[in-house]
C-alpha cells in the first residue's frame, strides 16, 4: 500500500507504461481483425475466390497498414479530448463560487491540492443530479476533473465529502484514470459494434464469421483486463484517501450512504461505470467475493471496504488512546470494571475517555455515533453495543413512547409505534425509517391525508425514471433483476432483501420475507404514495 | 589509449556526482516550496481570525474567556520563532478555536448568521490545508533525509554541505493525530 504521494509518485510511472502498452496491443488486434474480416466477406460476396487473396502477402501488408493509421488517428481524437466529451456528456459544469455548498467544494479542492504537493492541476465540476455518485476523468492533454452530483453534495458532511475528494484525486494522480478514461474512449466503439453483433448476428447466420469471433474474444479480453485492475485500485484509493485526511471513519460513512442510496444508472453510461466511485449498476456479482468477482466487476462489495477501512480507523483509535492515556488515569474514570468508551463527535474528532454513566449524559451521542470499546477495541457504531444501546432505550422510554418489539435494521434502535395514514406502523425515531407489516402496506398506499410535498413529487419522478432505466438496461443486457441483501431483519436475523415494490411502482424497499414485514428509508414510503397517487409514470426516453 | 580510458572514467563520474547533486537539490527545494505552502496558510489563518472574533464578539457575552484564549494564542503563534516553538504555538491555536466552534454550536443566533458560517468555512478549510501542507512538508522531509543518509548520496550531501532539514511538528513523532480535547471534559 502506497503511504505517502511520493510513493504513489514512483509506483505509478512502470505501471502505467505497461498497461498502456498492452491496451494498445490489444487495440491493433482488435483494428487488423476487424479489416480482416471485413476482406474476408468481402472477398466471399464478390466471389473471386477467397484462397487467392488470403495468399498474397501484399494483402496482409496494406490490412496492417490501415488498421495502423485508423488507430492512431482514433486513438489521437478519442484519448485527447476524453475528458471533455465526459463531462459532457455527463453535462457537468464549474461550480458556483457564490453558492455555499459549491464554494466548499472548491475550499476542499484546493485542500487536496495542498496535500498532493500541486503536482497535477485538477478541476472540481458538479453533475446537476439528485442521485449520488463521484466521476474522475483524466486524458492525455493533462486535464482532469473530478465531478460530483449535486445529490451527494449536498447529503454528505464536510468530512465525509473530503475523503470522497481524496479518493477520487488519488485515482488521478495514480494515473488509473488516464487508464481507464482512454480505455473507455477506446473500446466504447468496439463495444456497441460487437453488441449490435450480438443482437442481429446469430439469428441471420450470414453475417456471423469465424473472424468475428477472434475479435469477439479480444474484446472480452479487454473488458476483463480494465475490470481485474479497477478492482483492486478501489482498495489503494480509500487507503490514499485515509492517509490524506486521517479519517477512515469519513469514509466508511460515505461508502455506507452511498450504498444505500439512488447511484444514478441512467444518467451514468456503462461504459463510464469504472470511474465512479460505487457502481451505478450494483449487480450480485459487485457484492460478492472469490476470483470471479474479483476478475470480473469493476468495484469491490462495499462491506468489504467498510471492514477495511474500520479496521483502520481502530489502528487511528489506538494511537490516540496512547496519547489520552498518557494524559489521565483512566481507573478514575470507568466505573463498571474497566471498560471505557471514546466516542467521535459531530467534528469527527475522537473524545474521551469515558465511563458508562458519563457517556450517557452526552447529548450528541446517537445510534450513529462511532465509539470504541476499551478492552476490546473495536471500533463501531454505537447502535450496535448492546449496553449503549440500552442507554437509547432507556432515552425513549423516559419519553414515554409507546416502544414496539421491532428495532431499527439500520440503527438498531427500538421503533416506536405511531399511527400513519390511520394504522399501525412503526418508525425510527432516530433515522426516520418506517417499518410496516405488509398486509398493512396497501392500506397506506391506497389512502392518503396529507398532500404529497413538491419535493417528494419530483424525487419521486426522478427516481422512478432512473430505476425503470437500468430495468430496461439489465434486460437489454440479459441479466435478470436481482434483489439484494443488504440489512439484516432486527426480529429473525435473516437478510432482507432490497427490491423494488413492485414492477409497476419502482421504488425501492427492504423486505423480509420470513417475518413479512417491510423496512421504508426516510422519504421511500412517501415516495411509494405520492407515486401512486399522482399516476407519475417513468419519462420514456432512453 | 589509457589515457582515454582515464579521461571517458573521470568524465563519467563528474556527470555521476552532478546527478545526484541536483537530485539533492531539487529535493530540497521542494522541501522549501513545501515550507513556504505552509507559511501561506498559517498567515492566512491569522487574518481571518481578528475578522470571526469581531464578528462573533457581539454574541457572547458570557464567553470572553474563550474568545480571549483564541486572541492570545493566535499573538503567541505570530510571536513564536523556532520550528518546534511554532508548531506548539499553532497547535494551541487551533485547539482554542476548535473549542470556540464548539462554544459556537450552543448559539443559535451565531448558528443562523451567514457571516459567521462562511468564517467558519473558511477557517475549517485553512485548518486543513494547515494539515495537508504540513503532511506534504513531512513526508518530504523524511524523503530528504533518507536521501541524506544513503550511499553514495551521503558523500555527495558530505562534501557540498547539504543542511538536514526539520520536521515541522509539536512531538517527535510526525503523525496528525486527531487533536483530543481532554481539557473541555474536565471542566
Not at chain 1, 449 to 455: G, I, M, N, S, V
Request: proline share 4%; with cysteine; hydrophobic share 45%.
Amino acid at each position: 500500500m502506497p503511504l505517502t504521494f511520493i510513493d504513489i509518485e514512483k509506483q505509478k510511472s512502470w505501471r502505467i507504461s505497461f498497461l498502456f502498452s498492452f491496451l494498445l496491443l490489444i487495440y491493433f488486434c482488435l483494428s487488423i481483425t476487424l479489416f480482416q474480416s471485413y476482406f474476408i466477406l468481402s472477398a466471399l460476396f464478390s466471389e473471386s475466390g477467397l484462397m487467392k487473396l488470403w495468399n498474397q502477402p501484399e494483402y496482409l501488408l496494406i490490412s496492417l497498414a490501415f488498421s495502423l493509421i485508423v488507430a492512431i488517428i482514433h486513438f489521437r481524437f478519442s484519448a485527447f479530448g476524453a475528458v471533455k466529451s465526459v463531462m459532457h456528456s455527463i453535462g457537468a459544469s464549474l461550480p458556483d463560487p457564490e453558492d455555499g455548498i459549491h464554494k466548499r467544494l472548491m475550499n476542499i479542492m484546493e485542500e487536496i491540492h495542498i496535500v498532493t504537493g500541486n503536482r497535477r492541476h485538477m478541476k472540481c465540476m458538479v453533475i446537476p443530479s439528485l442521485s449520488m455518485n463521484a466521476v474522475a476523468a483524466a486524458d492525455l492533454k493533462g486535464e482532469a476533473v473530478i465531478a460530483i452530483t449535486e445529490g451527494l453534495l449536498s447529503r454528505l458532511t464536510r468530512p465525509q465529502l473530503e475523503a470522497v475528494v481524496a479518493h477520487e484525486a488519488y485515482h488521478i494522480l495514480s494515473e488509473d484514470c488516464l487508464e481507464t478514461t482512454v480505455a473507455t474512449s477506446l473500446f466504447g466503439m468496439y463495444a456497441s459494434a460487437v453488441e449490435k453483433l450480438e443482437d442481429f448476428g446469430y439469428e441471420d447466420f450470414r453475417g456471423f464469421h469465424p473472424g468475428f469471433l477472434l475479435f469477439w474474444i479480444l474484446l472480452k479480453l479487454s473488458f476483463i483486463l480494465s475490470m481485474f485492475i479497477s478492482r483492486e485500485r478501489e482498495y489503494r484509493a480509500d487507503a490514499a484517501s485515509v492517509r490524506m485526511t486521517r479519517n477512515p471513519l469519513a469514509m466508511a460513512e460515505a461508502l455506507h450512504l452511498l450504498s444505500r442510496n439512488w447511484t444514478g444508472v441512467g444518467m451514468i453510461s456503462s461504459g463510464l461505470e469504472m470511474l465512479c466511485i460505487v457502481s451505478p449498476q450494483t449487480t450480485d456479482l459487485d457484492e460478492s467475493e472469490g476470483w470471479w468477482a474479483d476478475l470480473m466487476s469493476t468495484h469491490p462489495p462495499i462491506r468489504k471496504r467498510i471492514e477495511i477501512l474500520l479496521r483502520m480507523a481502530h489502528a487511528s483509535i489506538s494511537e490516540f488512546e496512547e496519547k489520552a492515556d498518557s494524559k489521565t488515569e483512566i481507573q478514575d474514570i470507568s466505573d463498571d470494571g474497566g471498560t471505557i468508551y471514546y466516542a467521535l463527535n459531530a467534528w469527527h474528532k475522537w473524545q474521551g475517555p469515558y465511563g458508562i454513566t458519563e457517556l450517557s449524559t452526552l447529548r450528541w451521542l446517537s445510534p450513529l455515533t462511532w465509539i470504541s470499546v476499551v478492552p476490546g477495541r473495536r471500533v463501531e457504531r454505537a447502535s450496535e453495543n448492546g449496553l449503549i444501546n440500552a442507554l437509547f432505550t432507556n432515552r425513549l422510554n423516559q419519553g414515554k413512547e409507546e416502544l414496539s418489539r421491532f428495532t431499527c435494521p439500520s440503527c438498531k434502535h427500538p421503533l416506536v409505534t405511531v399511527s400513519y395514514e390511520k394504522t399501525r406502523a412503526y418508525r425510527c425515531s432516530f433515522c426516520r425509517g418506517i417499518l410496516v407489516e405488509n398486509d398493512k402496506v396497501p392500506r397506506i398506499i391506497a389512502r392518503r391525508e396529507k398532500k404529497c410535498p413538491d419535493r417528494i413529487k419530483s424525487l419521486a419522478k426522478a427516481v422512478v425514471t432512473d430505476n425503470q432505466r437500468a430495468v430496461v438496461i439489465k434486460k437489454l443486457k440479459g441479466t435478470d433483476i436481482k434483489t439484494k441483501p443488504l440489512m439484516i431483519c432486527s426480529q429473525c436475523k435473516n437478510p432482507m432483501f432490497r427490491t423494488f415494490y413492485s414492477l409497476a411502482y419502482m421504488i425501492e424497499i427492504d423486505r423480509c420475507g420470513v417475518c413479512g414485514v417491510t423496512w421504508f428509508d426516510p422519504d421511500e414510503l412517501e415516495m411509494l404514495q405520492c407515486i401512486i397517487e399522482n399516476k407519475i409514470t417513468p419519462d420514456a426516453e432512453l | 589509449m589509457a589515457g582515454w580510458i582515464l579521461i571517458a572514467v573521470t568524465a563519467l563520474f563528474v556527470l555521476w556526482m552532478i546527478l545526484i547533486y541536483n537530485g539533492l537539490i531539487t529535493l530540497r527545494n521542494e522541501v522549501k516550496n513545501a515550507w513556504c505552502q505552509i507559511d501561506v496558510q498559517l498567515k492566512r489563518r491569522h487574518d481571518l481570525i481578528p475578522n470571526l472574533v469581531s464578528v462573533v464578539k457581539g454574541y457572547m457575552e458570557f464567553e470572553r474567556d474563550t474568545l480571549e484564549k483564541v486572541v492570545s494564542a493566535r499573538a503567541k503563534a505570530l510571536s513564536a520563532a523556532g520550528l518546534h516553538d511554532r508548531a506548539v504555538a499553532e497547535d494551541l491555536l487551533t485547539l482554542a478555536l476548535g473549542r470556540l466552534f464548539a462554544v459556537v454550536e450552543n448559539y443559535p443566533l451565531l448558528k443562523s448568521n451567514e457571516n459567521v458560517m462562511q468564517l467558519q468555512e473558511e477557517l475549517t478549510s485553512t485548518e486543513n490545508r494547515i494539515s495537508f501542507a504540513r503532511q506534504l512538508y513531512n513526508d518530504l522531509v523524511a524523503n530528504f533525509r533518507t536521501k541524506l543518509e544513503v550511499f553514495p548520496d551521503k558523500i555527495i550531501a558530505f562534501l557540498f554541505a547539504f543542511g538536514t532539514a526539520e520536521y515541522f511538528s509539536a512531538e517527535k513523532s510526525d503523525r496528525d493525530l486527531p487533536a483530543a480535547d481532554i481539557s473541555i471534559r474536565r471542566k
